[in-house]
């Protein structure tokens, strides 16, 4: 595969959604870019009320590294998650990480997870940040909300039958072919279940996942979109998946 040569460096898109980060989205787009000329960002912004949109339109007329994607109609993390990697498999990039605009996923971690999933030795299509396995932790967070995580974790391993031990989380690096082999422009979750169709989708297609472990870091600056609402439905949709899966309609 071309991307063992070591005639060529693979190049690397990371694509950050974003909706109300413009706190966070300059400091963020400079700690990506310092890891070298490969690296390119798109932000993925959902026309944003608090302009943050406009912030991506500057750093991108000062950095041709750095692309935005503003969408003004189908609103979600999960659709514009989709519309940020079809983007860049369209423009023929080789690796597309993605990641929260908040800090919660801390940028010194690409390299380790894009060598990772370079590896030459041990093939994978996928690299999950994790909290779940060595070297990872979430100990940021109150009692009470890494409990839900750590039991949503359990439900979701358990309900779609997957061994990886960080279900949800949104720090992620995929080889191109891996995003082709799951068919990413087919998928349909337009919030943040994307995460775990994806990686069920992932797993179904037999892509190799591998876990890092990392940091997680509460959010410092803006809000979560997170709420109740889109929890609970997040748990309604794993069924769904499932039901899906056994069905042979995924
Ligand atoms: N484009 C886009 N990005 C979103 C949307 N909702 C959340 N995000 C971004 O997706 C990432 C994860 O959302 P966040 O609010 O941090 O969720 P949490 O990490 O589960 O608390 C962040 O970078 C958000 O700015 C949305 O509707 N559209
Ligand atoms: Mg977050």
């Known amino acids: 595969m071309a991307l063992s040569s070591p005639s060529r460096t693979a190049r690397v898109l990371v694509m950050v959604p974003t909706y109300n980060e413009s706190q966070n989205?300059?400091?963020l787009v400079a700690e990506i870019l310092r890891h070298g000329p490969e690296y390119h960002v798109l932000v993925v912004d959902d026309h944003?009320?608090?302009?943050?949109?406009?912030?991506?339109q500057e750093l991108a007329a000062a950095d041709a590294r750095v692309h935005l994607l503003h969408r003004e109609t189908d609103k979600g993390r999960g659709n514009a998650g989709r519309a940020g990697?079809?983007?860049?498999?369209?423009?023929?990039?080789?690796?597309?990480?993605?990641?929260?605009?908040?800090?919660?996923?801390p940028p010194r971690y690409l390299p380790v997870m894009i060598e990772r999933l370079l590896?030459?030795?041990?093939?994978?299509?996928?690299?999950?940040?994790?909290?779940g396995v060595s070297g990872g932790s979430d100990v940021d967070r109150g009692a009470l909300?890494?409990?839900?995580?750590?039991?949503?974790?359990?439900?979701?391993?358990?309900?779609?039958?997957?061994a990886v031990r960080d279900c949800n989380s949104g720090?992620?690096?995929?080889?191109?072919?891996?995003?082709?082999?799951?068919?990413?422009e087919h998928s349909f979750s337009s919030g943040p279940s994307i995460v775990q169709e994806l990686l069920y989708k992932a797993?179904?297609?037999?892509?190799?996942?591998?876990?890092?472990?990392i940091e997680f870091i509460d959010r410092k600056r803006g809000s979560s979109t997170l709420n109740m609402r889109i929890l609970l439905r997040g748990y309604v949709t794993v069924l769904?998946?499932?039901?899906?899966g056994i069905t042979g309609r995924l």
Do not use: Q
């Open 48 to 56: 944003s009320p608090d302009g943050t949109w406009k912030i991506a």
């Open 240 to 244: 769904k998946l499932r039901w899906l």
């Open 203 to 213: 797993a179904r297609a037999k892509v190799g996942v591998a876990e890092i472990g």
């Open 25 to 27: 989205l300059r400091d």
């Open 171 to 184: 720090f992620r690096a995929w080889r191109a072919d891996a995003l082709r082999a799951i068919g990413i």
């Open 145 to 162: 909300r890494r409990l839900i995580t750590v039991l949503a974790n359990l439900y979701i391993r358990i309900v779609l039958g997957l």
């Open 119 to 131: 590896r030459a030795d041990a093939p994978v299509g996928l690299v999950l940040g994790s909290r």
């Open 85 to 105: 990697f079809c983007w860049g498999l369209e423009r023929g990039y080789d690796v597309l990480v993605e990641m929260d605009a908040d800090f919660s996923h």
